[in-house]
């Protein structure tokens, strides 16, 4: 049999469009028979934007998923295309594409704006960038981290990263003024200084990560009920990682060397000798599962508070701005004429802006956003592929993709309707982590 | 009213309908131990069906305007809509997209405005115990 269309008793849906595909059983799907539909979203309850994953099961296991986006699209690009808004209030449109790399973008897009004008960045301002998204970074894996943590159902975990996450968001306040949404770069420069009295406060953050960090690494490493729900569990390899071009921690946790900080340095990046990070450096042969995810994340902390210090102690004097006037930075964006691309290692992976700009006109003539999310989708393919219905929280958190927890499952099967809440996801969830707890 | 006249536990479900995940996190960093609204009986659930408060954030995208709506019919009365961020409220920088059909309060009514892109925990804290205080007085009536 196959599956029904559940959609005349989902009290989330409505009864217009979302049809579970109906396919034909080939091979060997055929000759062990039923597969059924589990349309999961778009609607969930935790930390994400509403996506909707169909997943078609045997039993427990995964036989497929089909995903569907776009419940998100807001139209960001088309509003920086049209007339009416100048680059200033288009950067502040680039920094809203998304709340936890809040500083990425604007990084990205600022670059790929000054490419194209040809507008030259001072070095005090390169520094202060980095020094922002580097925090963001460590913010965003933290954040990851404890998300992680609660769809394993460890919640002790997620409540101890939380809680050692707000010291960076106490700097990144302290040094912008905003816990998110920094608002730092601007075409030509930064738009804050990082005062003297200010880097006792960074250099206090630097040395409480540098202390936990071996506690975080404890709890989340050289923990058994991590280890067994984790090890071999959303199996990326690496061939598949090239193949469908994964960037970010999901690629480099399939031992891919990959990170355009080390491949296309950008801004003061060159003098900090970025390597990407793969398992590797952490003594394990990496086999791309979620284990392997945790390990780069948390040792991308390390890396960035390297870079931190390095940047701190090396802080050039001089400019942060070369247009410390508005009104002269507007005249100047308003004559420009070109196009650039800017790039930028987000803590998810690459995200690349195009801009092309005309001469007379105030806002962009075209602009094109890749966010990092959008090349790591397609792993899930391969990561959910055979693996339990139990998983599923686990894996589709660990690309980090702004997507992490469920809402309700539907299970039709042989005409007897059930629902399944996401409660009961992570229950299944919870009650698999006390199993091999024994 | 203060926190501690608290009659019940609180609980909240969370519908994002297109929003960056600024105001996303900073819910979640309000259940998290720095600011632990847990420890008032508020916490976060799966399904709109146990909740007593709606928290909506976005500006509420073409596709989700329905889906909103019926999440706001799953809600059991007496129920109290908060809606956290300034997309949310006013449509914010989003207010001339093809795509976006918000601000919340042109699908659903809407009880709470809590602005700030995103606001920080303790706005939201304080949106959600205004809420408390209709919901208090809609039991009184009844």
Redesign the interface.
Known sequence: MSARNPKDNDPVLPAVEERVVERELVGAEAALGETFAVPIGPIHPALKEPIRLTFRVRGERIVGVDIRTGFAHRGIEFMGMRQGRNLIQILYLAERICGICSVSHPIAFTQAVERAAGIEVPPRAQYIRVIISELERIHSHLLWAGVAAHELGFDTLLHLTWRVREKVLDVLEELSGNRIDYAIPIFGGVRRDIAPEQYPKVWEAIRYYRGLLEQLLDAFLRDPTVEARTRGVGVLEPKEAEELCAVGPTARASGLRKDVRQDRPYLAYPDFQVRAITPEDYGLTPVGDVYDKIVVRLLEVEQSLNIIEQALENMPEGEITSFPKIPALLAYLKKAEGEGLGWHEAPRGEVIHYVRLAAGEESLLVWKVKAPTYSNLLSWYPMFEDQEIADIPIIAASIDPCICCMDRVYLVRGGKEEVWPKEKLLKLSWEKTRRMQR | MGLSAFKRALWV?????????????????AL???YDVERFGIR????PRHADVLLVT??V?R??A??LK??YE?TPDPKAVVVVGG?GSTSG??Y?????VGPVDRIIPVDVYVPG??P?PEAIIDGVVKAVAKLEKLGAKA
Do not use: K, W
């Open positions: 479900f969370h519908v994002a309908t297109g929003s960056c995940n600024g105001c996303d996190i900073e819910i979640v960093a998290t131990p720095r976060l659930v799966g399904t976005g500006p995208t596709p989700m329905e889906r019926r999440v799953q997309c920088v989003f001339e997209s093809y795509n976006v892109c995103p920080r």
